[in-house]
Every structure is written in C-alpha cells, then in structure tokens.
C-alpha cells in the first residue's frame, strides 16, 4: 500500500537524519568537555569520549548505516513511490511512458528534497547548537551498531588508514590548541556575554605574560629608586621620604654594587623616633634574576624569596632593573594609574592613526593593533620596532607614529 511504502521513506530519511546528527555532533564536540562530563557522571559522556577518541571507526560506522539508508530509499521507497506515482497519473489521462517520467521526477524530487533538509541539515544545524550534549545521547546506541557491524566497521578504518599510510599522512589528529585559538575562543566567549571584556584582557596578559621574558616586564635601572650606602643620612633620609616604594635595593657606590633590599616598614621606627638610620643592618638578600628568564619563571622565584622582589643582571652581571610582583600583575590586568608616566601608551587620534610610547611592551601593541610578530625577535618594547612605518603595510593597518 502507498502508506506503508511512504511511512517506509520517512523513517529511512529519519534514520539518515539521526546518523547524520550523530557523526556531526561526535566531531564537533570538545573532548576537554566530554572528559569534564565524564568526571561528572554524565550519562553517556564516557561513551561519546571513546568514540571522539577513535574517529576512524565511529565515521566508518556512520557511513556504513548513511550508506545503507540510501541504498534502502532509492531501490526500495524510490522505486515503488514512483511506480504509484506514474499509475496515479496514467489514471489521469496521461500516456504510460511520460506518467512514469514524471511520476519517478516527482518522488525522486521529493525523497531528495526531504533527503536533504530532514536527513541532513536540520540534523546538523541542531548537533552544531549542542554538540556534547547530543553526543551523549546518541553515543551509546551508536556504539551498540559499531559492535554490530564490527568486521565491516574494522575492515573500513582499517582501509581508511592504510590509504593515509601510503600518502605518508599520519590518520591522528593532531589536537595541539595554540595561543591564537586560547584567544578567539575567549573573544567569542566575549561577544556572547560569557565574561567580561575586563576578564578577556586579563585572559590575554596571562597569555602574554607566558612568552615575556623578564626583561619584558621589569622596571628598567633608570626607573629604579636605590639606595647608595655612600650617601649621607640626609640625603638617605630624603629619598626614603621622597619614595613610593615599600622597598628599594641598595647600593655601595653604584648601582652595579647592589648588595640587597631594604623594607621601608623596617626603617620606619627609626625615621619617626629621629634616631640614627642603619640601613646595612636591615639590609636583606634578594635574589638575583637573569634579564632573559622566563617571567612565569620568576615568578616561581620571587614566591620563594624572603624579600618579593629580584634583581635583574644581563649575562654580563650588570645591574639592569628589578622585577616585582608589581610588574608581574601589571602585565596580566594593565598599569595602575598612579603607575603610569606622564603620556599614555597608545592614543588614537582623531585621523585614525595612533600615536605609541617608545617603552609600550610590544605584544601589547600587537594585541591592539591586530599585527603580527616574528616568533623569535630581540626586542621588547615598540622602540626595538625601527623602522615602524616600514614593517607594517599601510593598506592593513593605519598609520602609526613612535613617541
């Protein structure tokens, strides 16, 4: 009957539907989701999480039953639909051989069109909307089928793989996440109102922070308030009065003779009593940090110290600045505005082009401006960029000037 025969159809195209879901929502799922899901005890995470982890024979299992499906829908539905078609329309007065023409068009028409919206992108539309969460719930009956159609599944990857094998392509995906994708994820995460724009920037100065040296984000010898044991104690009082600092280094003679780190909390009884100052007795050790260390990795450095601030020395042992945990949180969430000098690192003016301070970190500059960097570069701030104008192309990016 045209009933049954029609009903067969739609289950067939359902059928493709529900693969078809099920081979997008797999793919596109985050195995660092699945595997938190998992943790979780989330019903069928565990099963989506084996099949995301062997892709070659959850696709073989997929093709095998969209295959077969198609297979079903042409030869069986197709062919009696449109037998019951060209019938339908040769009771109408239409000749035998045009009726079948065009009563084979119209279901196969039909079955194409319903092939294609029902059976595909309604399907995939829906898996790309919620992907982990679709691929648990069809996880395990996919499993079930794989296990079903076993040999043929394994015949099928085994295939699929020694064809990669002979073009010397690795089948593996390679599942390395790099700093460029941390960042659009984060952004979109942006856009959707996830987290704050503050949060994003944060986000970005951790990234940052992660491929700076120290040299990157230290305060620089000419910034540095020191301590000279030389000086008399009036001049050592007035830049102990003078200073914003909780803690200087101090000197014998230069600031390439720094022999530690005063606190000025440990000098303060002294300073409001009027008694006589001895700072080589509250002197304390401060560790020294080479200028090319990792900042995370100073960081670690600066926990363990006595004193929370480092000084900087060149490969040559030269005093070059010190690096606090100041400067560490200045580069993650931005400058405070008791910090920052009397020009702003970067100001779009009212032509489109920016105006850039010198000591702006250049990956800052990067960040805002959308440049790109070499991977390996000599330099930290946008004065190593010489010269500026010439290394960024004006048709991409507007026109910057160098403070």
């Known amino acids: 009957m045209p009933v049954l025969e029609l ?9 493709n539907g529900v693969f078809s ?19 979780q005890r989330r019903a069928g995470a565990r099963a989506a999480l084996a099949l995301a982890e ?12 969209i295959t077969l499906i198609g297979v079903l829908a042409g030869a069986f539905s197709g062919a009696a639909l449109g037998q019951r078609a060209a019938e339908l329309l040769q009771d109408f007065g239409l000749a035998q051989g045009l009726a079948q023409t065009i009563g084979y068009g119209l279901v196969i ?17 829906l898996a790309l909307r919620a992907p982990e969460r679709i691929a648990c719930m069809v996880a395990r009956p996919t499993s079930a089928v794989s296990r079903a159609a076993g040999p043929v599944v394994w015949f099928l990857d085994a295939s699929t793989r020694r064809i990669f094998r002979l073009f010397g392509i690795d089948a593996r995906a390679d599942e390395a996440v790099t700093a460029d994708e941390i960042r659009a994820v984060v952004a979109e995460a942006e856009t959707a109102g996830a987290i704050e724009t503050d949060e994003r920037h944060m986000i970005g100065g951790v990234l940052r922070l992660g491929d700076r040296t120290v040299r990157g984000v230290m305060t620089p010898r000419t910034d540095v308030t020191w301590l000279d044991l030389g000086d008399t104690e009036e001049a050592i009082r007035a830049a102990l009065l003078a200073t914003p600092h909780a803690r200087l280094p101090v000197g014998e003679g230069g600031p390439d003779e720094i022999i530690g780190v005063v606190q000025l909390r440990d000098l303060l009884p002294d300073l409001l009593r009027g008694r006589p100052l001895d700072i080589r007795a509250h002197v304390r050790p401060a560790p020294v940090v080479p200028d090319r260390l990792g900042a995370l990795d100073a960081l670690a450095v600066l926990r363990k110290a006595e004193v929370p601030i480092g000084l900087v020395h060149d ?10 945990p100041a400067d560490i949180l200045d580069a993650i969430a931005g400058a405070f505005r008791a910090d920052l000098s009397d020009s702003d690192e970067a100001v779009r003016r009212e032509d489109g082009s920016w105006l850039l301070s010198g000591w702006m970190p250049v990956d800052e500059m990067a960040d805002q401006l959308r440049v790109p960097l070499p991977d390996r570069r000599d330099y930290e701030t946008v004065a190593g960029l010489e010269p500026l104008p010439i290394r960024l192309k004006r048709k991409h990016h507007p026109r910057i000037q160098q403070l």
């Open 54 to 65: 062997e892709p070659g024979r959850f696709l073989s299992t997929v093709q095998i039953g």
């Open 315 to 324: 490969e040559y042992g030269h005093f070059d600045g010190v690096i606090t």
């Open 109 to 125: 028409g039909a079955i194409t069109y319903l092939s294609v919206v029902v059976g595909e992108l309604v399907p995939k539309t």
């Open 7 to 15: 009903a067969a159809a739609l289950i067939l195209i359902l059928l």
């Open 21 to 39: 879901l099920s081979e997008l929502a797999v793919v596109s799922a985050r195995k660092a989701r699945l595997r938190v899901m998992a943790e």
